[in-house]
């Protein structure tokens, strides 16, 4: 993983969302077949291609205090995406006749990558549903007259994912660095002000329950006038908090059983995600949004060969997908 680049504008202290947790042990999540006591680890296999990702690159105007692929202004460890290679694995997916539902972008922050309209408006033209994740700030609101002749053109088909980390401006700036409080919201105020597809995505803070913070989300939006259905899980997502070097319980075959949970819940058996990494010549198909970096996890050059098993074999494979039951698509 890229080496953590701070700016000016990143958080002075640790995370309010790092995870209260034991080291993770030398021996676990070393075998993709087997887990540290021997059981056969869990594999996922893509059971439908509903969620294709794109990653826009790293570049991001904020430096977060735990950001899980080091988003930062100076880190380029993926490089910006461009509109040809987009259109590339759009072609692929109209020759394969795979019924990809939903193109989604994610970076750093999407709206710094100066191709960002092209890159929303190609999947649109042909008829998919398109997910940009953003902090709403400056980036994003450069882009305001293109955004609105988009919604004019394609309406609902775009939806603005917008990071607002915690429902107070304590813990949201104590995460994304001082100022980034009322910018973000101006954005969502503005974005829900012109009719835009919008929803939210927040982490999960030790000792707040779901139930609570959800309410807490729905007063802040009711009061700044920002529409979203917070009680809707696609539209207020809620994200397990992420530190791959806290121990977490591995995944075993067995585990699909104790849980009650099936292989095709889990994020890599209904997407996968493009990234570009610095160096490389073109892009590269990797398992999920959460791990670009991880040879491991790097599924071939197209989409055709990366239709296979995702062994388990990462710490946020647990926290986040299996035990977390969280996934990054609606």
Not at 271 to 280: A, D, N, P, T, W
Request: with cysteine; net charge negative; aromatic share 6%.
């Amino acid at each position: 993983m890229a080496t953590r680049l701070l700016s000016r504008n990143a958080p002075d202290g640790p995370s309010p969302f790092a995870v209260a947790a034991e080291a993770l042990p030398a021996g676990k999540f070393t075998d993709p077949l087997r887990t540290a006591d021997g059981s056969a680890r869990a594999t996922v296999s893509l059971r439908q291609l509903d969620t294709l990702w794109f990653a826009t690159g790293t570049l991001c105007n904020l430096a977060c205090a735990n950001c899980y692929i080091e988003s930062s202004p100076t880190n380029d460890a993926l490089i910006y995406m461009s509109a040809a290679h987009v259109t590339r694995f759009l072609d692929e997916i109209a020759a394969s006749g795979r019924s990809v539902r939903e193109i989604a972008y994610t970076g750093g922050e999407p709206f710094m990558n100066p191709e960002i309209i092209a890159l929303i408006e190609e999947p649109l033209r042909r008829g998919f549903e398109v997910l940009v994740l953003s902090n709403a700030m400056k980036p994003m609101r450069r882009q305001e007259a293109e955004l609105l002749r988009l919604r004019e053109t394609y309406g609902d088909k775009m939806t603005v994912r917008v990071s607002i980390d915690h429902h107070t401006r304590g813990v949201h700036e104590a995460e994304r660095g001082p100022r980034s409080w009322e910018p973000m919201l101006d954005g969502m105020r503005w974005l829900s002000a012109n009719g835009f597809s919008l929803a939210a995505a927040g982490r999960s803070l030790a000792g707040e329950t779901e139930t609570q913070a959800r309410n807490a989300y729905r007063l802040l939006f009711e009061s700044e006038g920002i529409s979203v259905d917070t009680a809707d899980r696609a539209r207020l997502v809620l994200f397990p908090e992420m530190d791959a070097s806290a121990d977490i319980a591995e995944i075993s075959t067995d585990c699909w059983g104790i849980l009650g949970k099936s292989p095709d819940d889990v994020m890599c058996a209904s997407s996968r995600m493009i990234v570009h990494r610095k160096g490389e010549e073109a892009p590269r198909v990797v398992a999920c949004t959460l791990l670009p970096y991880d040879p491991e996890f790097d599924l071939g050059s197209t989409i055709d060969e990366a239709d296979r098993e995702v062994p388990l074999n990462h710490p946020h494979c647990a926290r986040f997908c299996v035990l977390g039951g969280a996934s990054c698509s609606a």
